[in-house]
């Protein structure tokens, strides 16, 4: 896929989503914009996944130092 940044796929999915709410466009077209919308959605879990990954807390320790642990949600 040639997009390389979330935010663009996110602008690109909601002008896909725009387009298919505008009930404008003919069965096929709609069919290769909801093609096109679910490629942009899973890139967009993907990138969303892959920063969720990478967030780390900071933690304060007892004796006043920090330590790094990865980033869990309540559900986990």
Known sequence: MAVEKFETALKKLEDVVNRLESGE????????????????????TKK???AEKK???LLK?????FAKE??????D
Not at 35 to 40: A, N, P, Q, Y
Not at 61 to 65: A, N, T
């Open 25 to 44: 466009l003919s069965l096929d077209d709609s069919l290769k914009a909801f093609e096109e919308g679910v490629k942009m959605a899973a890139f967009c």
């Open 48 to 50: 969303l996944d892959e």
């Open 55 to 57: 967030v780390e807390i």
């Open 61 to 65: 320790k007892k004796d006043g130092s």
């Open 70 to 75: 990865p980033f869990r949600l309540e559900d």
